[in-house]
């Protein structure tokens, strides 16, 4: 099982190769505001792991399983940012929220709160209803 920090690793390296291609260790670094050198580490500690492979010159890319936990977890991300937002919360406060809880759900937890997503989505009005009770509170 990833760690929190782990999974947070896997998530940027995700991203970047998706929006850029590539991932280098710099980027990484930046994404995740930590020293250069503590991602080499957690690098090499994520290719022992099987989730990639580092080529100290070559960069690094993802495995087929760092690949799908990547994916998934960028897929939890996003879907937890759209609940919150869903159920009003402010969006200044949405993407630190997200980075709080992402790590501590169980992957059930996860899919219900993709059903109450789908359950508020498919009927406008319930997403009234909820913005109507919020207004008296
Ligand atoms: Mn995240």
Do not use: C
Request: glycine share 6%; charged share 30%; hydrophobic share 35%.
């Amino acid at each position: 099982m990833p760690t929190p920090s782990m999974e947070d690793y896997i998530e940027q390296i995700y991203l970047l190769i998706e929006n850029k291609g590539y991932a280098r260790v710099s980027d990484i670094a930046e994404a995740l505001s930590v020293h250069p050198s503590s991602v080499t580490k957690m690098v090499q500690k994520l290719d022992k792991d099987g989730y990639l492979i580092y080529e100290r010159y070559r960069g690094l890319i993802l495995t087929a399983k760092g690949n799908k936990l990547g994916k998934r977890l960028v897929f939890r991300h996003d879907l937890l940012e759209q609940f919150l937002h869903l159920i009003g919360v402010k969006k200044e406060l949405i993407y630190e929220d997200v980075e709080g809880i992402e790590h501590h759900l169980s992957w059930d937890a996860i899919d219900r709160i993709g059903d109450l997503v789908q359950y508020f989505e498919s009927d406008e009005n319930r997403v009234k209803e909820l913005r109507n009770i919020q207004e008296d509170n």
